[in-house]
Nanobody
Framework: QVQLVESGGGSVQAGGSLSLSCAGSRNIVGINAMGWYRQAPGTQRELVAIITRDGRTTYADSVKGRFTISRDNAKNTVYLQMNSLKPEDTAVYYC??????WGQGTQVTVSS
């Protein structure tokens, strides 16, 4: 059973920054897709960003230019740097490995 543990969520004012981390319980070198999704109250879970094994990235239009996803295979960790945060970024952020395994989520709250 693979475990993913997210950390780094919290509360910040609009325009601020947060950095999320997701540590996996297994080696991620051979894992193709690692990524982040988010879910706000009353909405469906949505893609935020994905990074592949060879470093290709995909971002939701709403976060392009503000968020950056990266991975450190040596640490079995994927990161999400979030800058210029907006109130509409408020959600629970989930890490995923190959869209099969999911973390427990970390809350991000952005106040105006």
């Amino acid at each position: 059973q693979v475990q993913l543990v997210e950390s780094g969520g919290g509360s910040v004012q609009a325009g601020g920054s947060l950095s999320l981390s997701c540590a996996g319980s297994r080696n991620i070198v051979g894992i193709n897709a690692m990524g982040w999704y988010r879910q706000a109250p009353g909405t469906q879970r949505e893609l935020v960003a994905i990074i592949t094994r060879d470093g290709r990235t995909t971002y939701a239009d709403s976060v392009k230019g503000r968020f950056t996803i990266s991975r450190d295979n040596a640490k079995n960790t994927v990161y999400l740097q979030m800058n210029s945060l907006k109130p509409e970024d408020t959600a629970v952020y989930y890490c995923t490995m190959e869209f099969v395994y999911w973390g427990q989520g970390t809350q991000v709250t952005v106040s105006s």
